[in-house]
């Protein structure tokens, strides 16, 4: 590998660090500031198939699966008690792997670090000191101070900065790049317990369950569970003061999850997340780009936050890096190389907004009644039937990760949605309630 370092990536989180050992890889040296300062819990424990390619690329599914719960699919609970479960098929999907996992995410991290650490990446214990550039080739740059504190860099500036501080989006808030915000606004309290009954219809199962206002997530991790509410603020304040108490009352008031945790015994603090949906107006500028949640981040129901963050670092190795460093001594091709990276994010985004959407406003589960009605009426041989089992099949692939930007399934689904759909209950009635 190069001696030169010439790169640098401020933030830790799997963006940052699946980039820096994919950069690694390449041969790229890269040094990542971190400054060592992470919660107990984060949200984002449920992977996606997608990832599994990634972690075998990386060399690691093996160590991940010492501490990690295998993951079969999700299952979704509506809120008269109906179900929808949706399971990776026997076989893989479209040269993905056909399970994925539900990982203890600061464990997780701390994997994806130890690998880019065995690669090669220098990590510095500080935060990076950031101000404006001060030529026209470099729009954002490390302070001198900050430059001169990290010796392997030898007072010479890395050719690239990488913002991979999460939503802190530290480089936007320096150069002063806007944003554009989703319409929800929701909070989450969620934290770790024993003996509560996820319901899943098969081990590793995640369930998604509507609430009577808000819904909740259930993630079955190895002698735990995770579960999380995501609610309207204005609610929240209605089940106490204190993330504790809201979490609790919650729990305790709502049908489907009072039952399941009669017994349960909480073992982590409770944690709080801000639940919205934000998309930067650019990704990257003159000597910087942006990873992960730095540049956008979708609403959490999916799953889609943490393979969004890896793939982000994947595109950005994939266009732009494929061929090593050279690129980075040409800037006009680097900015294009990062143009068609943020053009396929921005679709990444748009497909996961409108599947999720889908769930948010009751069509999927009315969708799947009419499909249900369908069986019942035709039989499992009938054409209507095939042409529902077609269905599934495409809807599964879009919520893997596989297909989830494939024109096709989600034009299918948009037709069926819209044809398909008949003599059940309104989609409203299915709707999470605000």
């Not at 979708?298 to 793939?311: E, I, K, N, Q, R």
């Not at 096709?408 to 037709?415: A, Q, S, T, V």
Request: aromatic letters at 8%.
């Amino acid at each position: 590998m190069n001696g030169t370092i010439d790169v640098a990536i401020v933030g830790s989180g799997p963006a940052g660090c699946t980039l820096a050992a994919l950069l690694a890889l390449r041969g790229i040296r890269s040094v990542v500031f971190d400054d060592d300062k992470r919660p107990e819990l984060l949200v984002g424990e449920s992977l996606l198939p997608r990832v599994v390619s990634l972690m075998r690329r990386l060399d690691i599914e093996d160590r991940n699966k010492t501490f990690a719960q295998h993951k079969p699919g999700v299952g979704f609970i509506a809120r008269d008690g109906s179900r929808l479960d949706f399971f990776f098929p026997h076989t893989p999907i479209g040269g993905v792997p056909n399970y994925a996992y539900n990982v203890p995410r600061p464990q997780f991290d701390n994997l994806l670090r130890t690998r880019a650490e065995e690669l090669g990446v220098v990590f510095v214990k500080r935060r990076a000191e950031l101000e404006k550039g001060s030529t026209p080739e470099r729009e954002i740059q490390l302070s001198a101070d900050c430059l001169a504190s990290v010796p392997e860099l030898n007072g010479r500036h890395p050719k690239l900065l990488v913002d991979s501080t999460g939503r802190a989006r530290v480089f936007a808030k320096v150069i002063g790049v806007g944003s554009k915000r989703g319409k929800r606004n929701d909070v989450a309290y969620f934290a770790h317990f024993e003996d509560f009954d996820v319901q899943a219809k098969r081990e590793g199962q995640a369930v998604i369950t509507t609430l009577s206002r808000g819904w909740s997530w259930r993630i079955p991790l190895p002698g735990r569970l995770s579960v999380g509410v995501v609610v309207d603020k204005a609610v929240a304040k209605e089940h106490g003061d204190t993330p504790e108490e809201r979490l609790e009352s919650i729990i305790n008031s709502e049908k489907f999850l009072a039952p399941a945790g009669k017994n349960r015994r909480r073992v982590t603090p409770v944690m709080t997340y801000t639940n919205y949906q934000l998309i930067s107006e650019r990704g990257h500028g003159p000597g910087w780009v942006a990873a992960g949640d730095a540049f956008g981040f979708v609403d959490p129901m999916l799953s889609p936050g943490l393979f969004m963050a890896m793939h982000s670092a994947d595109l950005l190795d994939q266009h732009a890096f494929s061929k090593g460093a050279a690129i980075l001594d040409q800037p006009a091709k680097l900015a294009k190389a990062f143009d068609k990276v943020f053009a396929e994010l921005l679709d990444w985004h748009e497909a996961w907004s409108e599947l999720i959407e889908y769930f948010y406003d009751g069509r999927m589960y009315a969708l799947h009644a009419a499909g249900v009605q369908l069986s019942e009426k035709w039989g499992e041989n009938a054409l209507p039937r095939l042409m529902e089992r077609h269905l599934t099949k495409h809807i599964t692939r879009l919520l893997s990760g596989v297909a989830t930007r494939s024109r096709y399934g989600r034009n299918l689904l948009k037709f069926s949605l819209k044809h398909l759909v008949w003599d059940v209950e309104p989609a409203e009635n299915f709707a999470i309630r605000a």
